[in-house]
């Protein structure tokens, strides 16, 4: 059972939501043996600290990592796959885009589509958050202690680049790109770079990975929906056209997406024969 928390004021720029779980390695409902999933981009990063010594084991297009148990991740334009072990507490938060930088200290690029050890970002900070949050003892005291430690590391952070800003408020009601880099002032080349280095895609991969994630949500809530209805919903030219984005960024198709019966938006199970 997951447990979330709307973040405090002072986080709400930076951060989407605080959650924490206590089952995460059940088996799913249908009752097949569940030994991986499928974590598919959410336009979001996000940093993840189990509170027993188990590792996380990663795979993805860069390879396997075992990261042990505290991690961050980058935004991501590609899906990447996750072994589900036994029980564990855990406690996350996702990050709105531009946030990494702010919290990490590492330009986004460099974290695009890449899993970090949280203590080779934080040092003996990420250790003493993991021991606070061993101690709490409820999932509700985990979370309020998780934010106020949290945003007293934001406090000493440096702030959001306002062109970042700007786009991001922008780019969230579909307006276009180009627009958005003359309303900044800025010349192409040199607001892409702000904005790589702040958000860690392109602006133009960042507006599809948005389009992919507000098609993905529809999908889960209307598996009945015609897909070439549901394409043309979401500003797609076509069905052809939203097929090939949702494969370029599941690494699946939409029907093997809606067969899968994710419980979760952007977790889908595989069996050990499925694993791609």
């Not at 952070?157 to 900044?184: K, S």
Request: glycine content about 6%.
């Amino acid at each position: 059972m997951y447990v979330t928390m709307k973040p405090p004021p002072g986080l709400q720029p930076f951060v989407a939501r605080f959650w924490t779980n206590a089952d995460d390695g059940q088996a799913a409902s249908s009752g097949a043996v569940i030994t991986r999933e499928a974590v598919l981009p959410s336009g979001m990063a996000h940093l993840a600290i189990r509170l027993s010594d188990a590792s996380f084991d990663i795979s993805d297009s860069n390879g396997a990592l075992r990261a042990g148990p505290m991690v961050a991740c980058g935004l991501r334009s590609q899906p990447y796959y996750r072994l589900r072990g036994e029980p564990v507490i855990s406690v996350g938060v996702q990050l709105r885009p531009g946030a990494g930088p702010v919290l990490f200290g590492m330009p986004a690029d460099e974290m695009a589509d890449m899993h970090v050890p949280l203590d080779d970002l934080w040092g003996r900070f990420a250790h003493e958050l993991r021991e606070r949050l061993a101690e709490a003892p409820t999932a509700d005291e985990r979370l309020t202690l998780f934010a106020r430690l949290l945003e007293s590391r934001l406090q000493r952070a440096r702030g959001m680049h306002p062109a970042v800003a700007l786009a991001l408020h922008r780019f969230a009601d579909r307006v276009d790109v180009a627009a958005v880099v003359e309303e900044t002032d800025y010349s192409h080349r040199h607001f892409n770079v702000l904005f790589r280095q702040a958000v860690g895609l392109s602006p133009k991969r960042y507006c599809r990975i948005l389009r992919f994630r507000e098609a993905l949500e529809s999908l889960a809530a209307s598996p009945e929906q015609a897909p070439a209805e549901l394409a043309l919903d979401q500003g797609y030219s076509d069905q052809a056209h939203f097929n090939r984005d949702f494969r370029a960024f599941a690494h699946m198709t939409p029907g093997a997406y809606r067969r899968s019966r994710p419980n979760a938006v952007f977790h889908v199970p595989f069996e050990e024969s499925e694993i791609p």
